[in-house]
């Protein structure tokens, strides 16, 4: 059973910790470092994106790059042609969100369950990424910007205060407008998980035919599930898109998508601190690896996923939390001088 | 006359060609409920097993018959019993487990091999049909496609093996009651699923070239004619590669290839609406 948010000291800490990074980041690091940040806080959103319809909603989409990616071109194009961000911004959520509601409609109301949601998300992925990679063509243009197909659409707008196209955020500002995305993203996301709406799609994750037979309508509630997370994903595309000013198919690639899940399970399912974790753990190490130029990046991701299946499945966070209420559990019993019982983990 | 001869010939091979891409994963999939995303990489090892040895010098087609599907068999066995056999019943955790052997192998093969692409030229030339040349490599592709669901049939149909299997997949717990050892049985179901994917992979080789991230090329299209095709092995291959392999080459005919592959999703997904268990969930259910 999860407590009121405004009931659980987590909350405040994630906000507070928040606030104090999105603050106090930029007098501590220096320039390289921020943009290092930067990065870890637009795959933070991406992340969170994933982490809300698997864990909260049961849907495991293994094409969560496919909004991603939607969510960066949509950025790229529109900014180039208008000049602005801020409408740019907005259609970079709405149009991987309507595309989800699309997708959606297809798989949850063709009950397709589980496995073979896996398998389609994939699918529709790996098309795009296709489809996507033969625009290279003059011909392939959206008004004044062309898709490039495999070569990217460079030169992407930076994000600009809204309304004044001039006024490009230099990269401090960016990051702190990302922090306050993300922060945005993860309260919205609790509050979300929290309300009525959250508890039907937890309670459809746990059993679905149970719900259906509650009264409520499962197969809608699974396509706005998942139209939000496709939109946050989208979001967090154009994020990425304005952070390196290029963009290119990788975006809609298998190696996001697994990427997505790692974070998500590396973390573990059902939190959303845990994804954030992932993200900033698992990119570090994968960088400082990298940076031995021992093994490519493919094996460090595979090797660790596997690992991670068979030997920490629920993830990191709630296996610590779990090893945290046993201890204090046998700790207490030892002051207390009770009779030493076997731990028994109580579901917080 | 012709041409029509030629599009016919050509929708068979693109039918062949789902077939072989998807038999393999069929079985491992039908039998065991274990969906296998390192299929494509399983391709791949196929096709790097006979270009590698044709390059030491071995007949091409004793690669392709006999070596390539040895080697990804072996592969496929250790596969099993190192990663898959703990995670029976947690289908979820296969999928991830096998993406990450996906993305393993293709970064194995790149570390061993280099990103670079490697072939062995068609063998057995063409045959010309009035105006048309045709390679008789594709009547090949088509022969052996039918040899795999004609064997595949016999072999669970006819003999003792097969009927174990059978009786495995239907319901484990009670084969294992009557004396099935269903490790052993689910053991060797992966490494002959395994051995026809590198069957299918060695095939392909000599058409395709060989390069480590090709599984991507088909991993799609494998996965999608399983599931279009449903639970059935044989009968759900064989309707989902037909319909599926009409529709994308006769796309391919009008627009060109990438938009026969997107045909081919978009096909599925209508099919997967209509009949959200598969071809074989709704009719031909009680075929093999």
Same mark, same amino acid.
């Given at each position: 059973?999860?407590?009121?948010?405004?009931?659980?000291?987590?909350?405040?800490?994630?906000?507070?910790?928040?606030?104090?990074?999105?603050?106090?980041?930029?007098?501590?690091? #220096?320039?390289?470092?921020?943009?290092?940040?930067?990065?870890?806080?637009? /795959?933070?959103?991406?992340?969170?994106?994933?982490?809300?319809?698997?864990?909260?909603?049961?849907?495991?989409?293994?094409?969560?790059?496919?909004?991603?990616?939607?969510?960066?071109?949509?950025?790229?194009?529109?900014?180039?042609?208008?000049?602005?961000?801020?409408?740019?911004?907005?259609?970079?959520?709405?149009?991987?969100?309507?595309?989800?509601?699309?997708?959606?409609?297809?798989?949850?109301?063709?009950?397709?369950?589980?496995?073979?949601?896996?398998?389609?998300?994939?699918?529709?992925?790996?098309?795009?990424?296709?489809? !996507?990679?033969?625009?290279?063509?003059?011909?392939?243009?959206?008004?004044?910007?062309? /898709?490039?197909?495999?070569?990217?659409?460079?030169?992407?707008?930076?994000?600009?205060?809204?309304?004044?196209?001039?006024? #490009?955020?230099?990269?401090?500002?960016?990051?702190?407008?990302?922090?306050?995305?993300?922060?945005?993203?993860?309260?919205?996301?609790?509050?979300?998980?929290?309300?009525?709406?959250?508890?039907?799609?937890?309670?459809?994750?746990?059993?679905?035919?149970?719900?259906?037979?509650?009264?409520?309508?499962?197969?809608?509630?699974?396509?706005?599930?998942?139209?939000?997370?496709?939109?946050?994903?989208?979001?967090?595309?154009?994020?990425?898109?304005?952070?390196?000013?290029?963009? #290119?198919?990788?975006?809609?690639?298998?190696?996001?998508?697994?990427?997505?899940?790692?974070?998500?399970?590396?973390?573990?399912?059902?939190?959303?601190?845990?994804?954030?974790?992932?993200? !900033?753990?698992?990119?570090?190490?994968?960088?400082?690896?990298?940076?031995?130029?021992?093994?490519?990046?493919?094996?460090?991701?595979?090797?660790?996923?596997?690992?991670?299946?068979?030997?920490?499945?629920?993830?990191?966070?709630?296996?610590?939390?779990?090893?945290?209420?046993?201890?204090?559990?046998?700790?207490?019993?030892?002051?207390?001088?009770?009779?030493?019982?076997?731990?028994?983990?109580? #579901?917080? | =006359?012709?041409?029509?001869?030629?599009?016919?010939?050509?929708?068979?091979?693109?039918?062949?060609?789902?077939?072989? %891409?998807?038999?393999?994963?069929?079985?491992?999939?039908?039998?065991?409920?274990?969906?296998?995303?390192?299929?494509?990489?399983?391709?791949?090892?196929?096709?790097?097993?006979?270009?590698?040895?044709?390059?030491?010098?071995?007949?091409?087609?004793?690669?392709?018959?006999?070596?390539?599907?040895?080697?990804?068999?072996?592969?496929?066995?250790?596969?099993?019993?190192?990663?898959?056999?703990? %995670?029976?019943?947690?289908?979820?955790?296969?999928?991830?487990?096998?993406?990450?052997?996906?993305?393993?192998?293709?970064?194995?093969?790149?570390?061993?091999?280099?990103?670079?692409?490697?072939?062995?030229?068609?063998?057995?030339?063409?045959?010309?049909?009035?105006?048309?040349?045709?390679?008789?490599?594709?009547?090949?592709?088509?022969?052996?496609?039918?040899?795999?669901?004609?064997?595949?049939?016999?072999?669970?149909?006819?003999?003792?093996?097969?009927?174990?299997?059978?009786?495995? =997949?239907?319901?484990?717990? =009670?084969?294992?009651?009557?004396?099935?050892?269903?490790?052993?049985?689910?053991?060797?179901?992966?490494?002959?699923?395994?051995? %026809?994917?590198?069957?299918?992979?060695?095939?392909?080789?000599?058409?395709?070239?060989?390069?480590?991230? =090709?599984?991507?090329?088909?991993?799609?299209?494998?996965?999608?004619?399983?599931?279009?095709?449903?639970?059935?092995?044989?009968?759900?291959?064989?309707?989902?590669?037909?319909?599926?392999?009409?529709?994308?080459?006769?796309?391919?005919?009008?627009?060109?290839?990438?938009?026969?592959?997107?045909?081919?999703?978009?096909?599925?997904?209508?099919?997967?609406?209509? %009949?959200?268990?598969?071809?074989?969930?709704?009719?031909?259910?009680?075929?093999?």
């Amino acid at each position: 059973m999860e407590k009121p948010v405004l009931r659980d000291p987590g909350f405040y800490v994630m906000v507070a910790t928040g606030f104090a990074v999105l603050f106090g980041a930029p007098m501590v690091f #220096d320039f390289f470092e921020i943009m290092q940040m930067t990065q870890y806080v637009v /795959l933070s959103v991406f992340a969170l994106s994933l982490a809300y319809i698997w864990g909260f909603g049961g849907i495991l989409s293994f094409g969560q790059s496919a909004f991603f990616g939607l969510g960066a071109y949509t950025f790229a194009v529109s900014a180039i042609n208008m000049g602005d961000t801020t409408i740019p911004l907005a259609l970079a959520f709405i149009i991987p969100a309507l595309f989800g509601v699309a997708l959606g409609y297809f798989m949850f109301y063709g009950r397709i369950s589980d496995v073979y949601l896996g398998v389609v998300t994939l699918v529709v992925t790996l098309i795009l990424w296709k489809l !996507i990679n033969h625009t290279a063509g003059p011909e392939y243009a959206i008004g004044k910007s062309r /898709l490039g197909g495999f070569n990217g659409i460079p030169s992407i707008p930076i994000v600009n205060s809204p309304g004044d196209a001039s006024a #490009d955020l230099d990269p401090v500002q960016l990051f702190q407008f990302f922090m306050v995305v993300l922060i945005v993203v993860y309260v919205g996301l609790r509050f979300l998980i929290g309300s009525d709406f959250g508890r039907v799609s937890v309670s459809i994750r746990e059993n679905e035919t149970r719900t259906s037979l509650l009264g409520y309508d499962v197969r809608r509630h699974k396509v706005i599930v998942f139209a939000i997370g496709s939109g946050i994903a989208g979001f967090s595309g154009a994020m990425w898109a304005t952070y390196q000013t290029f963009i #290119d198919p990788n975006a809609f690639s298998l190696e996001m998508s697994a990427k997505a899940l790692i974070w998500v399970m590396a973390g573990g399912v059902g939190t959303l601190v845990g994804p954030i974790v992932g993200v !900033i753990g698992l990119q570090y190490l994968s960088l400082k690896l990298g940076e031995m130029e021992l093994l490519n990046n493919f094996v460090i991701l595979g090797f660790i996923l596997i690992v991670l299946v068979l030997a920490l499945p629920k993830g990191v966070v709630p296996s610590i939390r779990m090893w945290a209420l046993q201890g204090w559990e046998l700790a207490r019993q030892r002051r207390s001088g009770a009779p030493q019982g076997k731990p028994v983990a109580s #579901d917080v | =006359m012709d041409y029509a001869l030629i599009v016919v010939m050509e929708i068979l091979r693109a039918v062949s060609l789902l077939v072989l %891409l998807a038999g393999g994963l069929a079985i491992i999939f039908g039998m065991m409920r274990v969906i296998n995303i390192a299929h494509g990489e399983f391709l791949m090892l196929g096709g790097y097993t006979v270009i590698m040895s044709v390059k030491a010098g071995v007949n091409l087609w004793i690669a392709i018959l006999i070596l390539a599907p040895i080697v990804v068999g072996i592969f496929g066995i250790i596969v099993e019993r190192l990663v898959i056999r703990f %995670l029976y019943g947690r289908m979820i955790d296969t999928l991830l487990a096998t993406w990450g052997l996906s993305l393993l192998m293709i970064g194995g093969v790149t570390l061993i091999f280099g990103n670079t692409s490697e072939g062995v030229s068609t063998p057995l030339g063409s045959i010309t049909i009035g105006a048309y040349q045709v390679a008789v490599y594709n009547v090949v592709l088509i022969a052996f496609a039918v040899l795999f669901l004609v064997a595949a049939w016999a072999v669970l149909k006819y003999t003792k093996a097969g009927l174990i299997a059978r009786a495995t =997949m239907q319901n484990p717990g =009670m084969a294992e009651t009557l004396g099935v050892n269903s490790t052993l049985v689910y053991m060797a179901t992966f490494g002959i699923g395994s051995a %026809l994917t590198g069957l299918a992979g060695g095939l392909l080789a000599p058409v395709t070239g060989v390069v480590p991230s =090709m599984g991507v090329n088909f991993i799609g299209q494998s996965f999608i004619t399983v599931i279009t095709g449903g639970a059935s092995i044989i009968a759900g291959t064989l309707s989902a590669s037909a319909t599926l392999g009409s529709v994308s080459q006769l796309v391919t005919f009008g627009a060109g290839p990438v938009y026969g592959d997107a045909a081919l999703l978009l096909a599925a997904l209508i099919l997967l609406r209509i %009949l959200p268990q598969g071809i074989t969930g709704r009719i031909f259910t009680r075929s093999l």
